[in-house]
């Protein structure tokens, strides 16, 4: 079991990013919240989870051991893959995932690409006794960031997933103007900044 990686940034794709650690890359898939957080050529460490298929070694990484371990306990669910629990943590921060489970939230569930009604249904009855301790959301939202680190967070992500750095630049100034005093999470920034450049594609 790899539980985590640190070592030099040397490639980032929309999925994924290598990380040299001693002399080899390791390929490690991740969601755009925390491709956001990494740029080319700087140290980074992962938490890490290793999924093994009789084909495939496949390394998933987050930005904390806390993604980690929430992304294991949603594969434990019938129905739930590696891919399907990262898209989970690329829609909802973990202790919103919690907060939607414990209360029985179908409708934050089924925001996530690939889980229905139904689908939603199971993992709160499997995983509502499992969950661990549900955070109360603050009124500045919870997990936040700094409002100097976001923009060049979310601008690097952009360049990660293929925008030009003019197209990104223009995002995050209007992602920046959208703003009304609270700063929300990196991933959502991110996700904002994608729906406006889709528009102008």
Do not use: N
């Not at 371990?69 to 898209?87: M, Y």
């Not at 103007?177 to 900044?193: H, I, T």
């Amino acid at each position: 079991m790899i539980a985590s990686v640190r070592g030099q940034v040397a490639a980032i794709s929309p999925d994924s990013v290598v990380i040299e650690v001693g002399g080899v890359g390791l390929q490690v898939q991740c969601a755009p919240g925390t491709l956001a957080r990494l740029a080319a050529g700087a140290e980074a460490r992962l938490a890490t989870s290793m999924v093994v298929r009789e084909d495939s070694l496949t390394l998933y990484g987050f930005a904390d051991d806390d993604e980690r371990q929430l992304f294991e306990l949603l594969q434990t669910a019938s129905g739930v893959g590696p891919r399907l629990a990262q898209a989970v943590l690329a829609v909802h921060q973990p202790d919103a995932v919690r907060r939607a489970i414990s209360a029985g939230d179908i409708g934050a569930l089924t925001r996530v690409p690939g889980i229905g009604k139904k689908g939603a249904e199971r993992l709160v009855l499997e995983l509502r006794d499992r969950i661990g301790p549900v955070a109360v959301a603050t009124a500045t939202g919870g997990a936040g960031v700094l409002a100097g680190e976001w923009p060049d967070q979310v601008r690097q992500g952009l360049l990660a997933l293929g925008w030009t750095a003019s197209q990104a630049d223009q995002a995050v100034a209007a992602v920046a103007d959208s703003l009304d005093g609270e700063v929300p999470p990196v991933p959502q920034l991110l996700r904002q900044a994608i729906r406006l450049l889709g528009k102008t594609r």
